[in-house]
Nanobody, 127 residues
Framework: QVYLEESGGGSAQSGGSLTLSCAASGYNSDPYCMGWFRQAPGKEREGVALISRLETTNYAPSVKGRFTISRDNAKKTLSLQMNELKPDDTGIYYC?????????????????????WGQGTQVTVFS
């Protein structure tokens, strides 16, 4: 069982920055894949960024170049540095993980294949 808890959400002005963190626990072997998904009001959940155990990454085109995902396996943490925020980045951001041996392609599956989820943290970007 993997437990995930997000922190760091909040409000920012357009062009600003926020950093999300996810504290993981409950396991001895590092999840193969960890990442961030988001859901805006009235929209389906979408992948934001994923990182594998080997630290290969995949980003949604809408955030590439603005967001950076990283993980620290020793500290069991996952982070998402969000710069140049836009109002379209508003939504609930979820930390997710899976132990199965697949990762980067899961970005396009709206979370299908990710087995463990945090409760989510709200990000609101004002124009």
């Amino acid at each position: 069982q993997v437990y995930l808890e997000e922190s760091g959400g909040g409000s920012a002005q357009s062009g600003g920055s926020l950093t999300l963190s996810c504290a993981a626990s409950g396991y001895n072997s590092d999840p193969y894949c960890m990442g961030w998904f988001r859901q805006a009001p009235g929209k389906e959940r979408e992948g934001v960024a994923l990182i594998s155990r080997l630290e290969t990454t995949n980003y949604a085109p809408s955030v590439k170049g603005r967001f950076t995902i990283s993980r620290d396996n020793a500290k069991k943490t996952l982070s998402l540095q969000m710069n140049e925020l836009k109002p379209d980045d508003t939504g609930i951001y979820y930390c997710a993980a899976t132990m199965t041996n697949t990762c980067l392609s899961l970005l396009w599956k709206a979370g299908d294949g990710m087995d463990y989820w945090g409760q989510g943290t709200q990000v609101t970007v004002f124009s």
